[in-house]
Nanobody, 125 residues
């Protein structure tokens, strides 16, 4: 099964930086997208940043200009550089990959997301 391992979380002061890394393994199908979600206690999970196989990136409005997502398709890794961190960035951050599965000879397919275990990011004021 697909496995994702995250690293880089921790405790930082407001204004500090962290770099999250995620490595995916056992990928036997095409990856359409990789990215990061986050979830704070009592709140819904939200997309932080994503990068498609075409290299186009998407960012949640509150992190634009502060976070940068990057990926290496050859290594199946995705990183999230987080600068100028704020207390409201505190959350568990989950790495995901969106995989395309072909299901018949006509080429019909579906997408499935796979998730890491999450890494805690805490920003103190």
């Amino acid at each position: 099964q697909v496995q994702l391992v995250e690293s880089g979380g921790g405790l930082v002061q407001a204004g500090g930086s962290l770099r999250l890394s995620c490595a995916a393994s056992r990928i036997r199908n095409s990856i359409n997208e990789m990215g990061w979600y986050r979830q704070a206690p009592g709140k819904a999970r939200e997309l932080v940043a994503a990068i498609g196989k075409d290299g186009i990136t998407t960012y949640e409005d509150s992190v634009k200009g502060r976070f940068t997502i990057s990926s290496d398709s050859a290594k199946n890794t995705v990183d999230l550089q987080m600068n100028s961190l704020k207390p409201e960035d505190t959350a568990v951050y989950f790495c995901y990959v969106r995989v395309r599965h072909v299901i018949n000879v006509e080429g019909a397919s579906y997408e499935r997301d796979y998730w890491g275990q999450g890494t805690q990011v805490t920003v103190s004021s």
